[in-house]
């Protein structure tokens, strides 16, 4: 055997070598994985690794999400593990839209510029993925808890206004009441001064509806209505919780009877943080019929939160926004986020809303009632705009409860994980 040949032979042995010490390596930094995390080798499928980055600025206790791998699109359970600390994270796989998307929480802190390094496998359910969060349909309510302790309830069974003779004021398809991670209740409903705001809503003050001027938000007008129409589905998860339901946006105006002029999809996902409250909702309408529905301008309606009876009063509550401005100086400005907070019972709490900077005519303006607790991104006291046939109006915001004063530092860096979320992108290798 020749020099020539005997060097050939050499250099492919090396190769072959350094192919099955890659392939170790990668089945090895597997299988430590898998034992780790307590997932059994059998269960183990193919599998991909991510890398997030945090981006700009620290991330901790940071809902992550990217759109499901297309491997992995007919999956039912996925494991993933944090390879810097051989360590199983909880996942779940959730509806954005129209799209699947994979969701876990980034709990441990993640440095400005920094990135972190995981496993996705098919298979298996893993030994972390305990239910944190459950969502329960009484017949009436979905009662939402994280770690047992409530977050708020869904009402899709109509809530009798307190006055009988009242009984216009009887409503569906909102949120109240609403938790501090306390235990505390943060929202308020049917409250004398005001019996049409409830909890959390979204109505529109001022339709135009086949030439007809139409009321979704003041019930006593009885020029209009929005009302729960169907559960779609709900479920918890290691993750987080969800429900998808169906609202009605109906106008009570034509001589032949009610019809109902916007079909509202909201979808809720509150997410397994128990110190904090942490949950998002996506607000899809689309007309009902086949003519459009025109939101007229007015300086208030939309996305609306009433606060607690307890901070009725100009001295009860303020809030505080995205730029520094409260019930004095922040009515019609246009913040990022704003939250209202107050006392309840011998501590502060509060409640914040994040705008996604996807929404229509982001940032967007804000009615900040001066003498009672509510406040709703108003965006139609810009001008009039329209929901065409066959078009989808879709609003996201999250929402932010705690227990304790109002932090602005906290708040922006909520708006920033949700505005601008770290970064995952699938790697070839660690």
Request: with cysteine.
């Amino acid at each position: 055997m020749g020099l020539e040949t005997l060097q050939k032979n050499w250099i492919q042995t090396n190769m072959k070598i350094r192919t099955i010490n890659q392939a170790l390596v990668f089945n090895l930094t597997t299988l430590v994985a898998i034992l780790m995390g307590g997932l059994a080798v059998s269960e183990a499928g193919p599998g991909v690794y991510l890398e997030v980055a945090a981006g700009n600025q620290a991330r901790q206790n940071c809902v992550v999400s990217m759109p499901v791998p297309d491997m992995f699109k007919n999956q039912k359970h996925l494991t993933l593990f944090r390879l810097d600390k051989k360590q199983e994270i909880p996942v779940q796989i959730g509806q954005a839209g129209e799209q699947k998307e994979l969701v876990w929480i980034m709990r441990d802190l993640l440095p400005a510029g920094a990135t972190r390094k995981y496993q996705l496998l098919t298979g298996g359910t893993g030994s972390q993925q305990k239910e944190q969060v459950t969502v329960i349909d009484d017949g009436e309510h979905l009662n939402v808890k994280v770690a047992e302790k409530p977050v708020l309830t869904y009402n899709h069974a109509i809530v009798k206004a307190p006055k009988r003779d009242e009984s216009y004021y009887d409503k569906s398809g909102y949120i109240h009441p609403l938790y501090t991670p306390s235990g505390k209740v943060i929202s308020d409903d049917f409250n004398p001064d005001h019996p049409h705001q409830h909890g959390i809503m979204l109505s529109w003050r001022k339709i135009l509806f086949e030439g007809r001027e139409n009321n979704g938000w003041d019930q006593k007008s009885q020029l209009g209505k929005v009302e729960h129409n169907q559960v779609n589905s709900f479920s918890g998860g290691p993750v987080f919780g969800s429900f998808t339901t169906t609202i009605d946006h109906i106008d009570l105006t034509k001589k032949s009877g009610p019809v109902t002029m916007l079909k509202e999809v909201w979808q809720v996902r509150v997410y397994a943080l128990d110190e904090q409250f942490l949950f998002d909702i996506r607000s899809n309408q689309k007309c009902a019929t086949d003519q459009p529905v025109t939101i007229d301008k007015i300086h208030y309606g939309g996305m609306t939160v009433r606060g607690h009876a307890d901070w009725h009063g100009a001295d009860a509550y303020n809030y505080l926004t995205s730029e520094g401005k409260d019930k004095l100086t922040g009515n019609q400005s246009r913040p990022s986020w704003v939250e209202m907070y107050g006392r309840l019972g011998d501590e502060t709490a509060g409640i914040a809303i994040l705008n996604h900077p996807g929404n229509f005519r982001f940032p967007q303006p804000v009615r900040l009632h001066p003498t009672m607790p509510y406040f709703c991104f108003a965006v139609a006291s810009l001008d009039p705009f329209i929901i065409e046939p066959g078009k989808s109006f879709v609003s996201r915001y999250r929402y932010y409860v705690h227990d304790g004063k109002p932090n602005a530092e906290q708040d922006q860096r909520l708006w920033e994980d949700y505005a601008h979320p770290p970064q995952v992108k699938i790697i070839s290798a660690p």
